[in-house]
Each structure stands twice: as C-alpha cells, then as structure tokens.
C-alpha cells in the first residue's frame, strides 16, 4: 500500500518535499494556513502590479530553484541595475562583479579598499557559494576557521581583519539587506563566506521568476492535494498513527509527516516532540522586518536596483529595491519596496499602517528627496529570517545528522539549511529524499 504524507506548510520547502514525495509514489496532502500558497516566496496582485511578498530575487548560484524552474518550463529573468551603498548623503556604485570594481568603488575609503582586497585575496580558495548549499557544508567551511573567530561575531571579526569602516558599510548592510539583521549576530566564521560574494559574478549575478515568484509555488500545487485556510492546530500519535488535526476540517491520519514551518510555529502544535525535536526547536531565533512599498514614477531611481542604508547612516530604513527593474511596472508607475532595521521594525510593528507608511516616507525623502511616494502595500514579517549563529548551525547540523525523522516526523525549512530560498527548496529535496531511501 501506498504509504501517506501530511505536509504541513505550503512555502517552498514544503512544496519541493511534497512534489518529490509525490513523485515516487507517495499520497501526499498538503495544509497550509494561508488562503494563499508559497509562504515568504509568494506575490499578489494589486492595483495592476504583481509584487513579491517576501523572497524577490535570487542569484545564478541557486541550483536547487533553478533546477524546477527549468522542471516546470518557468522564464528565468536576470535583473539588470546597480546594487549602491548610501554615504555622505549619495548613493555609491558597489558593482559586485570583480575585485577591480570593489577598488573603483567610492562606498569605503582607500585605506579599507586595500584592507578588503588583501583579505578577498588570501580567500580565494575559500568557496562562498558552499552558503547556499547545506548547513553542513556551511559547518564545514566554517570548520576551516579557527574556533575563537567562529565564536565572535561577523562586525568584530571584518572590524578586526580588514576595517571597522568596512564592517560598518560593506558587511553589516549587506548582512542586514539580505539577513534583515545585524552582522553582530552572525558568527564570525559567515564572514568568510559574505565578503567573497562581493567580487563573484556567479553569486551577485540576480535574477527572479518571470511573472512573480508566485508561478514557480504554483506550479508545484498544480501536481498536489493542497489545502488552504488550513492551519494544523494539533499533531498527535495514536498507535504508530500520525493524527493531524487542521481548524475547520475533520482530523486525518498519516503515515508520516513533514513539518515545513517555521520553527516557532511548529513549537504550538507538535504535541509531544521528542527531547532532541524540542531542543533544535528551541534555539531557532528569527529576524524581523516590516517591508514597506510605495508607487513611485518608472524611472525615478534611475539605475539603482538594490540601495544598502548602513545602520549608521539611516536607523530606520536598511534597503531598497527598485521594482522597475524586475519588470514591474502598471502605467507610468511602478513600486520602491522598502525594508526596515530590525531595531526599527520592533518598534513599529505594532504600529498602524498609517502610521508606519508616514514614518517611511519621511525617512525615504531624506534618502531620496526627488522621489515622491504614494502608499501601495506594507507587509509585517515577524519571522522573516532564521538568524545563523555558531549556535544554531552546529545545532541543526548535529540534529540532521542524528534525529531527523523521529516518530516518523521529519522537519524542513530554511532554518534547517543554508539561508534564503535556496536554502528552504533544498532542505525540501532533501527531506524528501531521505523518506523515499527509509520508507519505500
Ligand atoms: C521580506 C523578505 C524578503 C526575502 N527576500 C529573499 C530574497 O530576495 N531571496 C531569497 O532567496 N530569500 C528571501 N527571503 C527568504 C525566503 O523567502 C525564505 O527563506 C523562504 O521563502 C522560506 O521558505 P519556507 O518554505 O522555509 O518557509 P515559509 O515560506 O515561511 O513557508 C511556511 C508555510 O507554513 C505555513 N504555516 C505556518 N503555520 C502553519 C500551520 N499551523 N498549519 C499549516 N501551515 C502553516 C505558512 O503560512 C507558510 O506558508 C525573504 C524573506 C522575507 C521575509
């Protein structure tokens, strides 16, 4: 007999397990709380725009969402523009491509240039892409750095090693761009892994699914059972049975299933974890942010597509992106999406709307002056990063390696894996992987 799955959680990670779970056989169902699919890498439609809630764009490196863009015949679109750093009330070109373009670039002095090089070239056996392959891998590059650097944090470690001006301008915004939190609470070892992504064509190169992120989550749905407006409220084990309990709907049992939310939530309803389960649960920490968009005329950024707010520069906006330049456009206009400091976005996530559009666009206008702003969308997100401490990466890699798959539940995500979506989609594939080799 065909063996049975509950997924739990219709985001990347477990649209890929339950697609590949479904591949080889398995009856797969999947809830979803959302009365939307795909999580932080989902898009809505509002006004004439297709904006992208959470994820917006990834880099050439990322095999794993490449590899089913490609399954599902999706268009990859590379996403032309500037990345900038904002200094000294103007924005400097950080084109990201080559160790020439770091020196030519007026973000940091050139004290700290020559710092920056030096360190970039005696990494250059160190492989920055191994960030988006699997924790382990992550474990094992950091296992390259001696263990007292590991446990000091990113900022330290680039203000030791290269240059505090550095660390404040090139590592902690770029860490609080794509992590939404200080580079203070990164391992050091991570920096290893940040700062060649500077001069890497392959790693800086972005590109988006053509159309909004929301194609490639659908096209998965499309092959699966998915329920939305789903949420589980209990997960419990009745002799050898997994009972799934989701508000509004009759309980089911399953054979197995695969909790792919984040982990806070899996900490409300998984009834009795294990000791090792509860232990990787409880020391996930997430970074928050509020992302805030605004329609603004096309063309008013000019070249910029991704604009770095150092903390010291700004303490409430940390990015921006220029939507324009994935293709988003309705009319003359199209959307600046804006996201906050964590320290900001706790202050004002219990804030109104109204009341954080008006305090963005007051500290968007000191950035931009000539830009001018109307309201679009603002998206709270309370758990919009795992944070990746020495902590949590030694954790979660001992974890898969020993416990994974406890009373036939098994975790995914990209708290269980290297960051970002890349992360979640293969942590996904490999969760799926690792049931089909233990239960077909
Ligand atoms: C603002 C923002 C910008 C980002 N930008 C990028 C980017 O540009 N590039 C990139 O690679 N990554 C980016 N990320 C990160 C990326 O979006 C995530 O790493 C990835 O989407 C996580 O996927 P996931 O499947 O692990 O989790 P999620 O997408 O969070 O999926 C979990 C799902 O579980 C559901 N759920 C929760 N509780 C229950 C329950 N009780 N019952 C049923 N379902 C439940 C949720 O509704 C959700 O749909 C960004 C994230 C945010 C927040």
């Given at each position: 007999?065909?063996?049975?799955?509950?997924?739990?959680?219709?985001?990347?990670?477990?649209?890929?397990?339950?697609?590949?779970?479904?591949?080889?056989?398995?009856?797969?169902?999947?809830?979803?709380?959302?009365?939307?699919?795909?999580?932080?890498?989902?898009?809505?439609?509002?006004?004439?725009?297709?904006?992208?809630?959470?994820?917006?764009?990834?880099?050439?490196?990322?095999?794993?969402?490449?590899?089913?863009?490609?399954?599902?015949?999706?268009?990859?679109?590379?996403?032309?523009?500037?990345?900038?750093?904002?200094?000294?009330?103007?924005f400097h070109r950080l084109a990201f491509h080559s160790l020439g373009d770091i020196i030519s670039s007026r973000a940091v002095?050139?004290?700290?240039?020559?710092?920056?090089?030096?360190?970039?070239?005696?990494?250059?056996?160190?492989?920055?892409?191994?960030y988006f392959r699997d924790v382990g891998t992550i474990a094992q590059t950091l296992n390259t750095v001696p263990e007292s650097l590991l446990r000091g944090n990113a900022h330290a470690l680039a203000s030791k090693l290269i240059s505090e001006e550095v660390a404040d301008y090139l590592i902690d915004s770029f860490t609080r761009t794509m992590h939404f939190h200080s580079?203070?609470?990164?391992?050091?070892?991570?920096?290893?892994?940040?700062?060649?992504?500077?001069?890497?064509?392959?790693?800086?190169?972005?590109?988006?699914?053509?159309?909004?992120?929301?194609k490639l989550a659908d096209a998965f749905a499309r092959q699966l059972t998915v329920h939305v407006n789903a949420p589980v409220e209990h997960i419990t084990q009745n002799n050898g049975d997994?009972?799934?309990?989701?508000?509004?709907?009759?309980?089911?049992?399953?054979?197995?299933?695969?909790?792919?939310?984040?982990?806070?939530?899996v900490r409300s309803f998984l009834d009795s974890p294990t000791k090792e389960q509860k232990a990787v649960l409880q020391q996930v920490t997430y970074a928050q942010t509020i992302t805030?968009?605004?329609?603004?005329?096309?063309?008013?950024?000019?070249?910029?597509?991704?604009?770095?707010?150092?903390?010291?520069?700004?303490?409430?906006i940390a990015e921006f992106t220029n939507e324009e330049k994935k293709g988003i456009s309705a009319g003359a206009y199209s959307l600046v999406s804006i996201g906050l400091h964590e320290e900001a976005a706790k202050k004002l996530m219990k804030q109104s709307d109204e009341h954080i559009f008006a305090v963005v666009k007051d500290e968007f206008q000191k950035l931009c002056p000539q830009v001018k702003v109307q309201n679009f969308v603002l998206m709270r997100h309370s758990e919009?990063?795992?944070?990746?401490?020495y902590r949590h990466i030694m954790r979660v890699r001992r974890f898969l390696a020993h416990d994974q798959g406890q009373n036939n539940i098994y975790f995914a995500g990209d708290w269980l894996n290297s960051p970002w979506a890349e992360g979640a989609c293969a942590s996904g594939a490999t969760v799926a992987k690792m049931i089909i080799n233990k239960h077909r």
């Open positions: 007999m065909k063996k049975t799955v509950a997924v739990i959680g219709a985001g990347i990670a477990g649209l890929t397990a339950a697609y590949e779970l479904h591949k080889a056989g398995f009856r797969v169902t999947v809830f979803e709380a959302n009365k939307y699919i795909g999580g932080r890498m989902s898009s809505l439609s509002a006004d004439g725009f297709i904006f992208d809630r959470g994820a917006d764009f990834f880099v050439l490196n990322y095999k794993s969402i490449r590899h089913y863009i490609r399954e599902f015949g999706l268009v990859l679109k590379k996403i032309p523009g500037d990345h900038v750093v904002f200094r000294n009330k103007g002095g050139i004290w700290s240039k020559l710092r920056l090089g030096l360190f970039l070239l005696r990494q250059q056996g160190s492989d920055a892409s191994s580079s203070k609470e990164i391992t050091g070892g991570l920096l290893y892994l940040v700062a060649p992504m500077f001069v890497s064509d392959e790693l800086s190169t972005l590109c988006c699914v053509s159309g909004g992120m929301q997994l009972v799934v309990t989701p508000t509004g709907k009759k309980k089911c049992c399953f054979d197995i299933v695969v909790i792919a939310t984040p982990a806070t939530k805030v968009s605004y329609k603004i005329l096309t063309h008013s950024l000019k070249n910029i597509q991704c604009a770095y707010i150092p903390y010291k520069e700004n303490k409430v919009a990063m795992p944070k990746f401490s």
